[in-house]
């Protein structure tokens, strides 16, 4: 089971930056997997924001692209930090960011969603 906790949110003015860090454990090198970054505005559905794949292939919502950044860093075999860098921050960026993994499904892995908990991230204007 993958377990996941976000941290680096908080409240900044627009034009400013922060960068949010999931920190991930439970990976076993039998499997392969899919990172990602989703975020729920309050009255909205929750939406895709950026994903890394293992081979470090990266996706993007259009509406962050050329602002975000995302990246991962893989402590050893079992243990992962995901990362989201997010700069020149919007009103509309306001949001609660949570982190997602998909296990690919193969024939020594079955399909599986883990979430974290979510970290908040406020930007005033």
């Known amino acids: 089971q993958v377990r996941m906790v976000e941290s680096g949110g908080g409240s900044v003015q627009a034009g400013g930056s922060l960068r949010l860090s999931c920190a991930a454990s439970g990976f076993t090198t039998r499997c392969q997997f899919n990172l990602m970054w989703y975020r729920q505005a309050p009255g909205k559905a929750r939406e895709f924001v950026s994903g890394i794949d293992d081979a470090g292939v990266t996706r993007y919502a259009e509406f962050v692209r050329e602002r975000f950044a995302i990246s991962q860093e893989s402590q050893d075999s079992s243990k992962r930090t995901l990362y989201l860098q997010m700069l020149s921050l919007k009103s509309d960026d306001t949001a609660t960011y949570y982190c997602?993994?998909?296990?690919?499904?193969?024939?020594?892995?079955?399909?599986?969603?883990?979430w974290g908990q979510g970290t908040q991230v406020a930007v005033s204007s």
């Open positions: 997602r993994t998909d296990v690919v499904p193969s024939p020594s892995c079955r399909q599986q969603t883990y």
